[in-house]
């Protein structure tokens, strides 16, 4: 199986540590820690520089400071509380805490990993109906998306065979096979059904190459914060899916049309990012070549 950690983007020049790309509230390093034991370690070193040392050096054991969706958790960080009949729901409230759990708590990242598999070996990887993937050393071909052209911000055309791929032996039908919810806020289908294999790297021909980690993003609505706060609650989701937190990544939103992005809501990606927002109608007629990449869980995939 693919495995794509990022780790790489957290260190500065040297051997330290970029501690200050790490901004996670204390409470949660533990938790971090033990999903990341040389970070841990590396903190252990850095006693003068990592703001976590107090709880790297008290670090409980890993089946107590997890979150939930570690194999060996026994204690994890849930508080659930269903107080109400859990008829309706399940048969027992035994039943209706799990699948509480299961559905919109930690439980949710145990299943989406479990699903992981490879669509194109060492190269892409995705859940069931490519509801979340990820990739490493692809290129995206935006010569052709036209945005500048049109208001609508959810086309599913722009991305034509062929102008997404990697170096990689590509399962085509088994990614095909995972259409069923092709729709834009729902799965990454309609940009990578027409994913190909390339044998030479050196063929991608890329006008630009983004090393730095990357998240491909759709947004529902900037205007409401319902709508916009399931954009980042999903993006969240994804973090932990990869086991990722650092700020120093880029945040790419998939949006179609010309238009800018405004919201109410904007300081919110302060938490996610030290870098600028970038609009994908930047990259129109251009090559682009991605190192990591990350296609992010979506804002109303299907309960």
Known sequence: M????????LFAFGDTYNWSELDIPIEHS???????PSIHNQCLLDKDKCPYYEQAKNLPSSDIA????????????SLIQCPDDS???????????????R?????YIVEKRNELKEFCSSSLECVDH???????????????????????RYREDIVKYGDIGGNCKLNRNDLIKNGDHKSPLQSWFSELQVFIEVNDTNSFNCDLYITKPTIFIKLDSGYNMYHHFCDFINLYVSQHMNNTFSKDIQIILWDTSKNDYWSFFSHTWNAFTSN????IKEFEGKRVCFQNVIFSFLARMFY
């Open 2 to 9: 693919l495995i794509i950690y990022f780790l790489s983007f």
């Open 103 to 107: 559905t919109a708590d930690f439980g």
């Open 66 to 77: 997890c979150w939930g969706y570690e194999p060996n958790c026994k204690n994890n960080a």
């Open 87 to 101: 008829r309706g729901w399940t048969t027992t409230k035994e039943k209706q805490i799990y699948e509480f759990w």
């Open 276 to 279: 600028r927002l970038i609009h």
């Open 130 to 152: 490519l509801r979340f993937c990820r990739a490493n050393n692809i290129y995206i071909d935006f010569r052709h998306i036209e945005t500048s052209k049109h208001q609508d």
């Open 30 to 36: 533990t938790y971090f820690f033990t999903n990341n």
